[in-house]
């Protein structure tokens, strides 16, 4: 054999070799597919027994979907040191916080809706009473921005208590000397609400949530509304 013959020989069989290899190195690289891994949802949070569903209550109050509800607004324990004398209601309206002052620097903490922008109130006034499942009587201002709500203005009777009514479960009267403010801290069945700036300038809260502050806090007991220099923005 000759020596070109001999040497075209083995290039072929190392050029085979060579290519051989690489198409197992492309068969390795094209074959493997990258799956996609699906992110695991997480579970929706349990739900406390503070918010459970409470039957016998004149108009029975379903169960509070915990999911609406970031954490952060549930009702809690918290230190809370202060000036202000126990037993007072404080409504941090920046942060969206209603606490009752309790003894040894303590408070129990609410998350809490709050009057939208054009609509917030602040002050010092006083809880003159608490009402269970109250009428809801909107104002004549109200009812002159919202013609619809005619069928419940005051001349008309109110709206009648219920799972519907806007003020829920409890309201708790704020007035200033003798004066009613006309706003209110009231239950609402709209907890997904809590945290945001909705209301014609009352304090909402979760049905169970007023019910436990009207439990709790005393007729007569002060209540300070601590202004928002911001604003608030109006949710959509």
Known sequence: MSTHS??????????FLVGAGALALAGCSTTRKTQGVAKPVPPP??????????????FPIPEVDVSQVDQKWWRTEVDYPTEEKVGTVVVDTPNRYLYHVRPNGR??????GV????????????????????????????VARQPELEPVSIAN??????????????????HQGNRDTIYRVHGSPEFWTIGKAVSSGCIRMVNQDVIHLADNVRDGSTILVIPDPMGAEQIV
């Open 6 to 15: 001999r040497f075209s020989g083995i290039v072929g069989r190392r050029t």
């Open 45 to 58: 949070p349990p739900t406390p027994p503070m918010y459970y569903a409470i039957p016998n209550e004149r």
């Open 107 to 112: 408070a129990t903490r609410y998350g809490v």
């Open 115 to 142: 009057g939208r922008d054009g609509f917030l109130w602040s002050g010092r006034g006083h809880i003159a009473y608490k009402r269970e499942w109250p009428r809801w009587n909107p104002p004549d201002e109200m």
């Open 157 to 174: 009777g109110g709206m009648e208590p219920g799972l519907n009514n806007p003020l829920g479960s409890r309201a708790l009267y704020i």
